[in-house]
Nanobody
Framework: QVRLVESGGGLVQAGGSLRLSCAASGSIFTLGAMLWYRQSPGKQRDLVATITNGGITNYADSVRGRFAISRDNAQNTVYLQMNSLKPEDTAIYSC??????????????WGQGTQVTVSS
């Protein structure tokens, strides 16, 4: 199995920045796409950003130009740099990875989430 540990959330004022990290460990053979989602109270979970194992990125319209996703394949870690934060970015941010295990089975694994709160 794969364990994901997120860090970097917290409280920040509007206009500020935060950097989230998500480190994967376990019976990993290879990692495919790595993703960040977010969910606000009472709302559905939304996809924020994705990065393929080749480094191709994609963003939700609401964060494009403000957020940047990156990955360190040697460390099995994905990052989300969040700049120019707005109160509406307040949510629980969760990472997910598409992993091929040493058994050669594949699955998507999820982190527990980290709270990001942006004050106005």
């Amino acid at each position: 199995q794969v364990r994901l540990v997120e860090s970097g959330g917290g409280l920040v004022q509007a206009g500020g920045s935060l950097r989230l990290s998500c480190a994967a460990s376990g019976s990993i053979f290879t990692l495919g796409a790595m993703l960040w989602y977010r969910q606000s109270p009472g709302k559905q979970r939304d996809l924020v950003a994705t990065i393929t194992n080749g480094g191709i990125t994609n963003y939700a319209d609401s964060v494009r130009g403000r957020f940047a996703i990156s990955r360190d394949n040697a460390q099995n870690t994905v990052y989300l740099q969040m700049n120019s934060l707005k109160p509406e970015d307040t949510a629980i941010y969760s990472c997910a990875v598409d992993a091929t295990l040493v058994s050669r089975s594949t699955a998507r694994f999820w982190g527990q989430g980290t709270q990001v709160t942006v004050s106005s």
